[in-house]
């Protein structure tokens, strides 16, 4: 099976959809001068470089989404999405309910966030929940590069505007990719690893963070199930409350830091629906409430490491025996 | 266009933002952002686009929603939030759209038309064709950062938008004139290489000479065109509102000029009404914007389970 990168799983998807549909466009800074080969197959018209101005380019893709076309946008660093909030959010976002249904937005907007290339709070910022919470929008974060290819086809190919976080500390991992690679489903997590002790649910890097935590867990005699959520919102749900009903413990892990983070929602949700599964109380091991910072050390003691994973699992695994043992 | 049709329809503007502010007073319908005073802009331009050209509008939609055809009673059912307003009660009065009558993605975000015209501007381009959007803002969302991104854009891309600047000299509650140096806005479309033009705003017959005239150069060269129709808000900025901020002399000065006044005078003048047919139309609007009262109160409002639809396609 082809090994290729997340960063050219994006671009052959962005081509594969492009042969498909011809109503599927692609703009942003750069795009046209960094992505010759969509130039050259489809075209200037269909692939264009913008001025470097966020609010105008995502508000081009609601207006020309609502009136039949499925335009890509690449906004480059997420913290830039700032200057395209009012568009996504109010327009792209809301006007389908507002207006009673008469419209739809059928666009993806890409934006690189994260930490592992030292640029700083103000190009790395993991703002996936702010986008959880505004209504009408759909968000995924990917963690390999079958599935940045898998969801990238899907948001493509869905009616509504979804926001593609790519996490740039995973941009050159390569991975297998098949050639036929279909598209992912938005909203379906995948059971990257199973187990039987303790459930931990991640997305983005956590995801290997999390596999290299089961790892150092399984050779202290714990078994982790490893659950990549792969969507942000919708989040599969029903996925998380069936590994927690196997194992009863949950450690819920995200770069983004932790107040009101995706891990509050999934931890909230577990504890309404599932409380009487759970051994021990729910853990959280997320970026912490700064800034990130630019410094490679800094940025690492920034982002949760699989050492803080696997102490925080083994600290859930006692409680749970001890709780055991006691019964 | 006769200058005749157009009086009728300015008429039924402003009967139907008084009817809105006389049941407001009462108590019985939301407040609005009204038009009146600026009718000439709204049936100047929208009354020399074609049927397949699109319309992008604000919070002080009436004017364009009735010129463009949309039905007085579902208007007044919207804005009353009722089940039978065009979006099912879930724009009220801010935010309507007729998508059916190329009346889209009404946005009431100050600037928002003006960043959503630029990708139906783009629709219209990659289609192919002579369709034109025609984007109506005012002197407030000139002010805005995305004025600059959008009409920019726009120009740099040839898209087929008619930015029309209703120059009202109110941002909501601020004076025109504490906010910017020139007085005429089209005065910036130098800036982007585009063509501008200011026209009175409150001569419909001059409006509908230069919007034409404007869409005509956009159906030839597909490229923007910034045109102002220089106006005057004539009520507040949201109904209920005394105006104790507003200059009296200034006011009377406008209300003086009152576009529904002036086009009434000249085609007396003119030979081309007779107080007896104007009457006689102004019997026709009052029965049309009772009978569209009438349907607004007697419609039912939205089920509750409405609140949970039309999130997602």
Redesign the interface.
Known sequence: MPRITPMQAIGEAIAEEMRLDPRV?MFGEGVATKRRELVEEFGA?RV?N??L?E??I????????????R?IIDLLFAPFICFSM??IV??AGK????????????LVALAMTGCGWTVGAQHNHNIEAWFAHA??L?VVMPSNAADFKGLLKAAIRD??PVMFFADMGLLHSEGEVPDDQPAVPIGKAAVVRAGTDVTLVAYAKMVPACLAAAETLASQGVSAEVVDLRSVKPWDEQAVLASVGKTGRLLVAHEASRTCGVGAEVAATVAEKAFDELKAPIVRVTGPDTPAPSSWALEQAFVPQPAAIVEAALGLSRKGREEGTAA | MKPIAMLERMMLIRAFEEKNVALQAEGKAAGTCTSVGQEASAVGVVFALEPKDLILTNHRSAGHLLARGADAGRMMAEIGGRATGYCKGKSGTLHISVKDLGVILTSTIVGGELSLATGVGLSLSMQGGDAVAACFFGDGAACEGIFHESVNLAAVWNLPVLYVCENNQWQAYVRRKETMLIDHISERAAGYGIEGRTVDGNDVEAVHAAASEAIAAIRKTRRPFLLETYTYRLRGHFEPDDQSYVDAAELAGWKARDPIATLRKRLLERGEATEASLDAIAGGVREKIEAAAQFAASSPFPAPEEVLTDVYA
């Open positions: 466009v018209a264009r913008t001025p101005a609010g105008i995502a508000g081009t893709a609601a207006g020309a989404a609502a009136t039949g076309l335009p009012d568009e109010n327009s006007l389908r309910y507002i207006s009673g249904g008469q419209f739809s937005f059928p209504p009408g759909k009616e509504n």
